[in-house]
């Protein structure tokens, strides 16, 4: 077995063409407060919502870094360009046939036309800063769900999102939470009515094309009660030379009773950096899933959370991670248990390759006073090669006597023994490789729909390759 | 292929020098086995069996510092561990490793492609397969667990012996393979390996005990000593062994315990 010979990962970064794209507006980079109010007016957009960007640049501009997690030394503000608007005619009421051609081109390379007609139930792709088609399946239609991208969702109906837009994450949450209320613009807005089970999971893919572009997406489901709602996203980025920055904010309310599960599959370009919140509120009985993998990018800092708000909600983390060389994959989850009889589990599961670094970050919190709650915290970690490494931070703050808490944290290396064993199979050292890895994820495998499970299996080949010499 | 230097023997192996890491443990090996033939290499903890095992496999771990082997005609010292396995050479691990997540079923199907340098597709996979557990008894449930995780001994020992079966080599070498079984795991082990035996395969059968020769029935039996084969005979050799110890054997070859 000789040593692995590195190569850069974006060397063979499948995904890292660039179509040709025109642009009905770009933005000049860096932020401004003329710029926010042009983009509002630009998307014609009621006066509270300006409001709320002005209020989310106020608080950009006086927050500090975070001093904790990856390192974002390198991110310079003035360089981004935080609007961009594609040019094609938005028309709610699009097909596929009516997509441009060179944006089919586009959803061609990363896969989205087998998963349209598989099991397309809605599609909202999101084609940089605008999303360029959205579809609902007519029988949801009926039912009354609701699933747009956010710019048409604040068109339509903006007393739902103006009730719930930033409660769970307000401006004032983080830097990054602030520049998204500034700037945000596309992501997905999902309603569904009391009682309704959406059968097949809702989709979404995602991918920054521009360089220097920010991508600040806004996400906002509703799930009322006793209704259920399964939202996949998939995101893959192009190749660019300089950093780009991702940062979107997700909110999830489940209402009583009310079943969501949100599932993340990222493989961004080596260059970018993806700083995310995503935070959810889970009412009596509801159940909340965030089930999310990192592959790729620079550096990701994300800890979808659980607000348990009701007596008997159920929150599951899922966090995997992949990181190559010279990435940081800082993730993890947080479960807040503010309602007695709520329970959670948080499975983390991270490789590091070669000269790549995961960290799991967690909280657990209960309240005082809140009786038996439970919580799961389970984290693995894989290291492969001489100079990965892995951390972990597991925070907890149980502040009541009748809650009972696990934690098993495991790390291995994979072991020469392993591969030796696996080889003398006959798998020569890559398939041997490859088997540990895929063996070590496939718990989490079993958890995605077919086609997701076949991507997924892409893109952490993708993410071996760059590690396996 | 020059008969010189392989004697025509399926595996040569002449003056083989060697050990794990940086200590040296083999001190000159020479053995050959063909086709058909249960040669078995006996000695106490320490001598180097399992050395000779792990080297002719390609464990990573260990070195050759002279010497060569031949298996079919090539030369192994510098091929990998898989390249061993597709010219048709088989180790049964005293420690199996553990390997979460990957199913037995999956995972020999692609042992069996890689071996056998096809590409059986899973329906047709599962077939054979199926024929291979109901030839050694085994429950259908073994096929869709996790390669020897939370395997007992024994059936981590039924997990090489079904791998065997589906690999159909044309050299198995089983080290130690009876370490840690009671009498009636020991038998059922043994049995598998006598039903997989053929005229063309050889069967190189690395053990501290007399036991699981009582069913393997070897042709030929070294006595293995502080790296070196120091006594050769036939079955009555391992008798000889199992009453009398490896104390005879140290004196006879002048070895101080």
Request: hydrophobic share 35%; net charge negative.
């Amino acid at each position: 077995m000789s040593d692995t010979q590195l190569k850069p990962a974006n060397q063979d970064y499948e995904y890292g063409w660039h179509s040709e794209h025109r642009y009905k507006f770009k933005a000049p980079p860096g932020l401004t407060e003329d710029l926010i109010k042009d983009i509002s007016k630009r998307k014609e957009e009621p006066e509270w919502m300006l409001e709320k960007r002005l209020e989310g640049f106020r608080e950009f501009m006086q927050k500090p870094m975070p001093t904790w997690g990856a390192d974002l030394s390198a991110i310079d503000f003035n360089e981004i360009i935080y609007y961009l608007q594609p040019d094609y005619q938005k028309n709610k009421n699009q097909t596929w046939d009516d997509v441009p051609d060179d944006l089919k081109e586009t959803f061609e390379r990363i896969g989205i036309p087998e998963a349209e007609r598989k099991f397309l139930a809605g599609v909202s792709n999101q084609f940089d800063s605008e999303s360029v088609y959205s579809k609902l399946k007519g029988a949801w239609e009926e039912k009354g769900v609701l699933f747009f991208d956010m710019d048409t969702g604040l068109k339509e109906h903006p007393d739902i999102v103006k009730e719930y837009f930033g409660t769970l994450i307000p401006a004032s949450d983080n830097k990054f939470a602030a520049l998204n209320t500034a700037v945000w613009s596309g992501g997905s807005f999902i309603y569904v009515p009391p009682g309704v089970k959406v059968g097949l999971p809702l989709q979404a893919y995602f991918r920054i094309n521009a360089e220097n572009a920010g991508q600040f997406e806004r996400t906002l489901i509703i799930v009322d009660k006793d209704a259920e709602v399964h939202y996949i996203e998939g995101c893959t980025s192009p190749s660019y030379s300089t950093n780009a920055l991702h940062s979107a904010v997700v909110e999830l309310i489940a209402h009583e009773g009310a079943t969501l599960r949100y599932t993340t599959l990222q493989n961004w370009y080596s260059s970018v950096y993806n700083l995310v919140t995503k935070r959810s509120k889970a009412e009596k009985n509801a159940r909340v899933e965030w089930i999310d993998y990192n592959g790729g990018s620079k550096a990701t800092m994300k800890y979808p959370s659980v607000y348990l708000a009701g007596e008997g909600a159920h929150a599951e983390i899922v966090s995997i991670a992949t990181a190559n060389k010279d990435q940081h994959q800082d993730t993890g989850g947080k479960a807040i248990h503010a309602a007695p009889n709520t329970t959670s589990k948080v499975t983390a599961k991270s490789i590091s390759f070669d000269g790549g670094r995961t960290s799991y970050r967690g909280l657990i919190k209960v309240y005082p006073g809140m009786e038996n709650c439970k919580s799961d915290i389970e984290c693995d970690a894989l290291m492969m090669g001489p100079n990965a490494e892995s951390d972990t931070y597991p925070y907890m703050e149980i502040e009541d006597d009748t809650a009972q808490i696990e934690h098993e944290a495991t790390v291995s290396k994979i072991g020469e023994e392993q591969l030796f064993y696996l080889m003398s199979r006959g798998l020569t050292e890559e398939q041997a490789k490859r088997t540990i890895v895929h063996g070590f994820l496939d718990e989490f495998e079993r958890t995605l729909p077919m086609e997701y499970a076949v991507e997924f299996n892409r893109l952490v080949d993708l993410q071996m390759e760059g590690s396996v010499g | 292929m020059s008969d010189t230097k392989h004697n025509g023997n399926m595996l040569e192996i002449k003056g083989l020098k060697g050990g794990v890491e940086d200590t040296p443990i083999l001190r000159g090996i020479d053995l050959s086995v063909n086709g058909g033939e249960v040669h078995a290499i006996m000695g106490p903890n320490g001598s180097g069996k399992s050395t000779l095992a792990n080297i002719l496999m390609g464990n990573p771990r260990f070195h050759i510092s002279e010497g060569e082997m031949y298996f079919r005609g090539e030369l192994l010292n510098e091929l990998e561990p898989d390249e061993r396995a597709r010219l048709g050479l088989f180790l049964a691990f005293q420690y199996p490793s553990e390997i979460p997540g990957v199913s037995m079923d999956k995972f020999l199907r692609d042992a069996y492609n890689s071996v056998k340098q096809d590409s059986v597709s899973v329906g047709k996979f599962a077939k054979k397969l199926r024929k291979k557990m109901d030839d050694l008894e085994m429950d259908e449930s073994f096929a869709s667990r996790y390669l020897n995780e939370g395997f007992s001994g024994g059936e981590k020992k039924r997990s090489e012996m079904l791998q065997m079966a589906v690999l159909e080599p044309k050299l198995a070498v089983l080290d130690e393979t009876d370490s840690g079984l009671d009498i009636d795991a020991l038998r059922i082990v043994a049995e598998s390996v006598n039903k997989l035996k053929n005229p063309e395969m050889g069967v190189l059968v690395i053990t501290h005990y007399q036991r699981i020769l009582q069913y393997l029935e070897p042709d030929y039996v070294y006595i293995m000593l502080q790296g070196r084969i120091v006594e050769k005979g036939g079955p009555e050799l391992a008798e000889k062994l199992e009453d009398k110890g490896y104390d005879w054997i140290r004196e006879k070859v002048g070895l101080e315990g």
